[in-house]
């Protein structure tokens, strides 16, 4: 009888952690892109396809220029200086097209980010991996 107890309790202490770990990073959230960025790696490795929908979610509101402060918040995530290659490549891409589809919208959103962002994106923009550069000088958004 004690020994089952104690297996009981053995695994009771073992699941508990993981019980309360169990619900997805950022699920809860309202602010899903913020809370994406404080927990990038996480989100990235415990739930693949949330992370992704969050991303898509915020280009496109961005990308539609539903708002200015949208549009900046999205533009941020040049700050995260992460070295992820399959992130890179969709934010350049995202961010190459927000460029040519909406210039006006895209540099008044970067004029609302601090300057190392500001400089951050303009690294990205100087090195288009999907546009012609010559195309990011004509929309504006490369200086």
């Known amino acids: 009888m004690a020994y089952r107890l104690i297996n ?3 695994l009771f ?11 997805t990073v950022c699920s809860n959230s309202t602010e899903n892109l ?9 989100l990235y490795h415990e739930n693949y396809s949330y992370f ?7 280009k496109e509101e961005a990308k ?3 708002s200015t402060e949208a549009t900046s918040k999205f533009l941020s995530l040049a700050s ?3 070295d992820n290659a399959e ?17 006006k919208c ?6 609302l980010l601090p300057t190392a962002t500001q400089e951050r994106l303009k690294m990205f923009l100087s090195n288009p991996l999907f546009i012609d550069k010559e195309r990011l000088y004509k929309s504006g958004c490369l200086k």
């Open 13 to 23: 202490f073992l699941l508990c952690p993981y019980a309360a770990y169990s619900e």
């Open 52 to 58: 992704w929908k969050i991303l898509h979610s915020a």
């Open 80 to 82: 995260l200086r992460s």
């Open 64 to 66: 539609h220029c539903h």
């Open 34 to 42: 913020s809370c994406l960025m404080r927990n990038f790696d996480d």
């Open 106 to 111: 895209f540099n008044e959103a970067n004029q």
């Open 87 to 103: 992130f890179n490549e969709f934010f350049a891409e995202s961010i190459e097209n927000i460029c040519i589809a909406s210039p």
């Open 8 to 10: 009981l309790l053995l």
